[in-house]
């Protein structure tokens, strides 16, 4: 039959007494081996530099050769180099030439080019609101009547400005009311 290992307790351990002490393992020898390995490995390093120094070419011993007085040379070192000659070969050059500047014609782009528009409705009641809500800021807006391709518009435009700044000034007072669907685009009319 087999033994039941599930099941089956722990067999108690009986505690340790107070105040017994471990038995003190008893002392090993001084390792010899590892002494010997130890000196072997000094005794090898000290012939390899030994043998280094033996091989190495002895330097020959120069006697020192009674010197003349030598001439000082005293360089700033400072000092700059001295300054090249200048050669401008490109106004001789240019004297004769002409040069020819194409100007663009005149187009018929506005003078003040961004708008800002801030909605689109189907009902002209509905621009109208919005158009009150933009006054009540101090700004004024436009209702425009668009034949599109969907039917008929009204949309709610300010401007126009002479620059994207301008509008940005105006979107942003817009946007403090909580008017945030305003767009700055680029017209040309």
């Given amino acids: 039959m087999g033994r039941d290992y599930a099941n089956s307790k722990p067999k108690p351990r009986k505690p340790a007494k107070r105040g017994a002490r471990k038995q003190p393992q008893p002392r090993q020898g001084f390792p010899v081996l590892l002494l010997v390995v130890v000196v072997a490995v000094v005794a090898g390093f000290g012939y390899f530099l030994w043998s280094l120094k033996s091989s190495a070419p002895e330097a020959e011993v120069v006697q020192p050769q009674p010197q003349t007085k030598p001439v000082p040379q005293k360089k700033d070192p400072n000092a700059l180099p001295p300054k090249p000659k200048e050669e401008w070969t490109y106004l001789k050059e240019l004297e004769n030439k002409q040069v020819e500047v194409d100007l663009p014609e005149e187009s018929n782009k506005p003078s003040r080019p961004y708008q ?74």
């Avoid at 528009?117 to 109208?128: K, L, N």
Wanted: aromatic share 10%; with cysteine.
């Fill in 116 to 189: 800002m528009q801030c909605g689109s409705f189907r009902v002209q009641s509905q621009a109208d609101e919005m158009k009150a809500v933009i006054a009540f800021q101090g700004l004024e807006a436009q209702v425009r009547k668009v034949q599109g391709t969907s039917g008929v518009w009204y949309k709610v435009v300010l401007g126009p400005y002479d620059s994207k700044r301008d509008a940005e000034r105006q979107r942003h007072v817009l946007q403090r009311a909580g008017l945030n669907g305003c767009m700055i685009w680029f017209w040309e009319e």
